[in-house]
């Protein structure tokens, strides 16, 4: 390029790599190259990661690169690599993410700006989030100089951009607090049944269901959906699935049920799965269930947790949300797969409760969460599980196992106590 030999490298490096996933280059020759050639790859990554990596070595020692890119690598679990890479392998000295501002007009992006240069890392970058969206893209050099703050030492975990107080209080808390994939819990996903309209059935599917047969009520139990759940509260719509889980199939069969056979025969069609050594039709398309043969049968849902951890005491939140809710379940509420379950038998799930609640939850963890359109944020197990929260002393224990079971009993979300007068207000 330019008449420059490769091996002589480039002073500097600008440029806008393409987003594409790698996902869609499966099983190809290609994608078995980037896995062989890119120490920066993931299956569920995305190929502008690879830009980085080959960036750097196209860059003379000292050379410097300034990419635009997304800024999904800053959190997302594919970017875990890349992290790795940028803070140890490279000298990542600046990094301005622009959150939910918009850089191009043609496109919905959420971008960043990273510079590094061609030499060994300091461990010091100085990083900024874009909340003010136009002062950011109108005038990024400017914004940045104003607002940056130097961190030190990022690496392979999340990459956190927040100011220098949110910073402050950040690092104390973290400090004392232990990474929740260390806690004795069980965080796992809720139902997915691949076909809503079967499983999920309103409050008067419900009462028809088991006026037809009364043994019906055994298969059905009452869900919340992700946006059925709120801080300290749930908002059930009467909404219920039909149980019929793969883990209960010693034994059973639909036929004992014939209120929920005769209602699950409805979409019978749309409900059965691949079978193996299915050829495509011409159109391509089977009219069943997902893409691929699964193990499980016609009328049965798709996937499910562990059954009991659903029927006991447990904490529920959605997978995207704005504002963080957690409740603490004590009614045997299933959980649909916009949601999340968190179960323990030795840890305290109201103490747990309370500080994912708390404003410090929100203040310090926040963005450990990547950020989606809507500034709503995707709270997946991957991202939770790296939180650190301080673990309760017997006593602190004991308490909030007293106070959370109280604040939920007023469902505004405020935690102010039934018949309470004068504006007083119990907090979580």
Sequence with gaps: MFGRSLTEGFDIIIGNPPYVSVDRFADTPIQKKWQEVFTTFSARGDIYCFFYERGAALLRTGGTLIFITSNKWMRAGYGEKLRSFLGSEVNTDTVLDFGMAQNFSAATTYTCIARFTAKKSQGATMSRYATDDCAAVSHPAEYF???????????????????????????????????????????????????????????????????????????????????????????????????????????????????????????????????????????????????????????????????????????????????????????????????????????????????????????????????????????????MEKIPVKKPTAGQAALFEKLVPLVQLYPSGEGRLAGQRGGGRLRG
């Design 145 to 383: 100089t104003a607002n940056a703050v130097l961190q030190r030492n990022l690496g392979s975990e999340a990459w956190v951009v927040v100011s220098g107080e949110r910073q402050r209080i950040k690092k104390l808390v973290e400090e004392q607090g232990v990474p929740l994939e260390k806690w004795e819990i069980r965080i796992s996903y809720g139902i997915k049944t691949s076909h809503n309209e079967a499983f999920i059935v309103p409050e008067e599917t419900y009462h028809a269901l088991i006026q037809q047969d009364e043994r019906s009520a055994e298969m059905l139990h009452p869900i919340l959906r992700g946006q059925d759940i709120g801080r300290y509260r749930h908002n059930w719509k009467q909404y219920y699935v039909v149980g019929t889980f793969k883990q209960r199939r010693a034994g059973y069969t639909v036929e004992s049920f014939p209120a929920i056979e005769r209602h699950l025969g409805k979409f019978r069609g749309e409900l059965q799965p691949r079978p193996s050594g299915w050829e495509p039709t011409r159109d391509g398309k089977w009219g069943g269930r997902n893409t691929q043969p699964f193990d499980y049968l016609w009328y049965e849902v798709f996937f499910t947790p562990s059954l009991e951890d659903m029927k006991k005491p447990k904490i529920m939140y959605p997978n995207m949300t704005k504002f963080l809710p957690f409740y603490l379940d004590t009614q045997g509420f299933f959980a649909n797969d916009k949601g999340f379950t968190i179960n323990s038998e030795s840890e305290s799930l109201p103490f747990l409760t309370a500080a994912l609640n708390s404003s410090v939850f929100r203040c310090c963890f926040r963005d450990n969460f990547p950020e989606l359109m809507g500034n709503t944020y995707e709270v997946r197990k991957i991202f």
